[in-house]
């Protein structure tokens, strides 16, 4: 076909295309505008090392122990898929976790390892106030968490977690620019479907 006949069939099913473009542009900013709206929060966990044994003997125990405290940030990644450990977060927080199946709670918390000592941790709620509590909740589990590395080399090399304030931000879909993305959208569809059209007439 040549340029005049695919101007042709844009032109002859041009009112077909003005309706999918606004119907489709109407679709997109309807969705932006009734979306709920959520809260997207990030934790900074920052693992401080409390002590070591007091000797110049050289311990196993306590070589181990300082080994593992290099890779508590490893294991925090991994704490943070357990069930287990989402649930007592939520339970301590008193928050409703609402998840449906056991995916949802391996994956409500993303942590991702900054550094040796930095870990960020990421997740989303329907409220600021919920975004707080589970903010406050998180340290104190994962803090209890990696205690266990103390009581097991008989606190010769105990660690402790520390945060700063949650950043919390509302989140929620712009309206106007998926009422553009929408137009566009729109307009191919109208194309494609008058090519389509006139391919099956």
Known sequence: MELKSYLKVIKSEKKMIIALTLLTALFAWVFSVYMPTRY?????L?????GTQDTTE????GYYALESGEIVADNIEK???????????????????NFKNIK????KFTAKKMSNSYVEVSFETDNREDA????KSLTAA??????????QSQNEVAFTIENTEPIIIESKPDATLNLGLGLLSGVFLGILAAFL???FA
């Not at 920052?46 to 409390?50: L, S």
């Not at 803090?143 to 266990?148: L, S």
């Open 46 to 50: 920052f693992i401080a090392k409390d």
């Open 79 to 97: 704490m943070l898929q357990s069930p287990q450990l989402v649930e007592k977060i939520y339970s301590v927080s008193g928050v409703d976790p």
């Open 132 to 135: 707080e509590k589970l903010a």
């Open 142 to 151: 994962v803090n209890e968490q990696v205690k266990g590395t103390a009581s």
């Open 40 to 44: 997207e929060t990030s934790v900074s």
């Open 197 to 199: 059209k006139k391919y």
């Open 58 to 61: 050289f311990k196993y125990a």
């Open 104 to 107: 949802g709670y391996k994956k």
